[in-house]
């Protein structure tokens, strides 16, 4: 727009010299010319802004759904291992444990991602819960591989201080039970922390928005 309007400035001056220097027709095209420089510039800068800021803000709402999209996979993920964590504390004493705690979301999502999304206080709780889901993972992994490992119940190990035999099925899985007992009152109490701050997080997003 403003080549053009420059090329027109200088096509106007031609006449000056053909016409003569009171050339009304030469007056007005320069008129023309001039208000057309003077308004249409800061026109063209004023909607390369607009377009700018609009731009901004799209990408800026795309930020904070993709952002509030990690929160709540984060949540749900969290709300369903603190499930599972419960479920395993009424259940390990007295059967096998089948199942196990999720880490998919955890191990699918990039730190960085979940630090944009959240702040460090967060990133710091989540990065803590996933090292305790993931070192609970192994202790029910090894849980299930003993129950079935029929050489454990055929080795017979002497209790010496009572006379007692047991076998080393009996042994390992009395210590892994107790170990996983012991680690499931911070693991619970670690999905409670980073539901809480997530949940703050998001609150204060929302009203920024409303601020807005």
């Known amino acids: 727009m403003i080549d053009s309007i420059s090329n027109q400035?200088?096509?106007s001056t031609r006449p000056m010299a053909q016409s003569g220097f009171f050339d009304i027709s030469?007056?007005?095209?320069?008129?023309?010319?001039?208000?057309?420089?003077?308004?249409?510039?800061?026109?063209?800068?004023?909607?390369?802004?607009?377009?700018?800021?609009?731009?901004?803000?799209?990408?800026?709402?795309?930020?904070?759904?993709?952002?509030?999209?990690?929160?709540?996979?984060?949540?749900?993920?969290?709300?369903n291992n603190r499930s599972l964590l419960r479920q395993i504390d009424a259940e390990l004493k007295t059967t096998c444990i089948f199942y196990n705690v999720d880490l998919s979301?955890?191990?699918?999502?990039?730190?960085?991602?979940i630090l944009r999304a959240t702040n460090l206080a967060a990133s710091?709780?989540?990065?803590?819960?996933r090292y305790e889901l993931t070192h609970l993972h192994r202790?029910?992994?090894?849980?299930?591989?003993?129950?079935?490992?029929?050489t454990l119940r055929t080795q017979i190990i002497k209790i010496v201080p009572r006379g007692q035999d047991v076998t080393?099925?009996?042994?390992?899985?009395?210590q892994l039970v107790t170990a996983i007992y012991l680690h499931l009152p911070?693991?619970?109490?670690?999905?409670?922390?980073?539901?809480?701050?997530?949940?703050?997080?998001?609150?204060e997003s929302t009203h920024q928005r409303q601020d807005k």
């Open 26 to 79: 030469f007056w007005q095209q320069l008129v023309v010319t001039s208000a057309g420089v003077i308004f249409g510039i800061p026109f063209a800068l004023w909607l390369n802004r607009k377009q700018v800021r609009r731009e901004d803000k799209k990408e800026a709402e795309t930020s904070r759904s993709r952002e509030k999209e990690v929160r709540d996979v984060l949540c749900r993920a969290i709300e």
């Open 168 to 174: 080393r099925y009996d042994v390992m899985r009395s």
């Open 9 to 11: 400035l200088a096509q």
């Open 139 to 150: 202790k029910i992994e090894l849980q299930l591989t003993i129950e079935f490992d029929g």
């Open 124 to 129: 710091e709780k989540l990065a803590h819960l």
């Open 105 to 113: 979301v955890f191990e699918s999502l990039p730190s960085t991602e």
């Open 186 to 203: 911070s693991i619970i109490k670690a999905c409670e922390d980073a539901l809480t701050e997530i949940s703050r997080i998001s609150g």
